[in-house]
C-alpha cells in the first residue's frame, strides 16, 4: 500500500481557502457512485506488461468501499480499459509513444476476450454494478464510454474514484468529471501507482484545485453524515 503524504502547501491552502480540510464531508450516498477505474489483468495479474503490482494491495479497500456504498444506497461502476478500434482513432499514442514492440501488445492485450481484458478476479462485483468499457486514459473524454450518460441517467452528482493507475487513467478520468460539474474524491487508499512519489503528487496536485481527497474510512464516515443529514431534514 501506499504511504500517503500529500504536500503540506496543498492543505494549508485550502485550509485557509475553505476553512476545513475536506469540501466533500458530507456526501448523499444516494447521488454517490464508486467507479473503479481499470482493474483489469492488464494492469493487475503478474507478467502482465502494464502490470501495476500495488494494485493488488488495494483490492480489499475497494471492495470495501463498494459493499459500504450499496449498502447505503449508492451506485458502483467498474471502467475497464478496451483497445478495439483504437489502432487507427489513437494511433498517435501507439506510434510515437510506446515501442512498436510494446503497442502490438497492448492493443492485443486488452482486445475484447482476451486476458487483459478481463476482471481482476478478486473484485467483489455484483449482478446490480455497472460495468462499462472506455477507449482513453479518461472515461469521461469524447468517444471514449458512455459513463457520462450512464451517470446521468442513475441521478450522480459525486464521484469516489478509485483504481490504478494513480496519476494517468484515474486522475485523467477524476480531472474531466471535475469539468463536468461532478463533484469528485480521490480514494486516497483506494488508489495505486508504481511509486510513492507519482501516487502523491497527483493525491496533492487534484487535492483542492479539482476536488477532494479521502481514505476510505474517511468516506465512511462522510456517508454516513450524508444519511445523517437526510434523516434531519
Known sequence: MHKIAIAKAQTDRLQMRLGKLHPFDVIDPAKTALVVIDMQNYFVKQGHQSEVPLAREIVPNINRLAAELRQRGGHVVWVRNGTNDTRES???YHNYLQSPVRAERRLKS???G???YEYWHLNDI???DAQITKKRYSAFIQ???DLEP????HGIDTLLITGTATNVCCESTARDAMMLNFKVVLVADGLATH???EHNATLSNFYGQFGDVQ???ELFQALARGDQKKAAA
Open 90 to 92: 489513437w494511433s498517435n
Open 110 to 112: 486488452m482486445e475484447i
Open 114 to 116: 482476451e486476458d487483459g
Open 126 to 128: 455484483r449482478p446490480e
Open 143 to 145: 468517444g471514449s464510454s
Open 150 to 153: 450512464h451517470l446521468r441517467g
Open 195 to 197: 511509486t510513492d512519489e
Open 215 to 217: 481514505t476510505v474510512d
